[in-house]
Structures are given as structure tokens and as C-alpha cells.
Nanobody, 118 residues
């Protein structure tokens, strides 16, 4: 089992930046990829970005391309989401997820709130 703990959410004005971190522990050697998802009030959870654990291949949702950057530190078992040029529509609870196979996210962190004011 992999355990995930997110940190770094908060309140920021539109155009500002936030940095989210996710620390993984446990059976991290079985991780294929780690990603960030978000869920706004009244909406379903949506994909934001992910990165493969070994090769570092990244994928982004169209809505965040050019504004968000995902990175990993294998030595520290952490994944970071740098969010720039934030918009009010980025407001959501952000979840870190772990996948043992492509696209199959079964382990989640507790979530961290990101609020962007206009």
C-alpha cells in the first residue's frame, strides 16, 4: 500500500501562484505514475496532471497547460504541482493520486483546498 499526504493549498488572488506537494510512503516501488486531480463544488473529480515515476513523462489537462507544472523527486518520494496564473475556475479541492498501472488511480491523499479569488 502507498500512503499519500498533500500540502500547500490556500487562498490566492487571480493571477497568483501556489505550489502543492504530495509525499508518498509505503510501497512506492510499485508506483507507475502519480497525478493531481481536482474536484470543484457540485462537480466530479477531474484530471489535472500526472507524471510517470520512472521516465518522468508528463500529461496535462488542456485547461492547465502552460500554467501548471508537475515534477517529481524520486529520492524524496514527492510530487509537486506548481500552479501559476491561477484563475477563479481553478478553485477546487486538489487530490494527489497514485497509479500502479497506466491510468488506474486507486490510492488518494486527503485533499487540499485551493481557492482563487477574483
Amino acid at each position: 500500500q502507498v500512503q499519500l499526504v498533500e500540502s500547500g493549498g490556500g487562498l490566492v488572488q487571480a493571477g497568483g501562484s501556489l505550489r502543492l506537494s504530495c509525499a508518498a510512503s509505503g510501497r512506492t516501488f510499485s508506483t507507475y505514475a502519480m497525478g493531481w486531480f481536482r474536484q470543484a463544488p457540485g462537480k466530479g473529480r477531474e484530471f489535472v496532471a500526472d507524471i510517470t515515476w520512472r521516465g518522468g513523462t508528463t500529461n496535462y489537462a488542456d485547461s492547465v497547460k502552460g500554467r501548471f507544472t508537475i515534477s517529481r523527486d524520486n529520492a524524496k518520494n514527492t510530487v509537486t504541482l506548481q500552479m501559476n496564473s491561477l484563475k477563479p475556475e481553478d478553485t477546487a479541492v486538489y487530490y494527489c493520486g497514485s497509479a500502479a498501472s497506466p491510468g488506474v488511480y486507486k490510492t488518494w491523499g486527503q485533499g487540499t483546498q485551493v481557492t482563487v479569488s477574483s
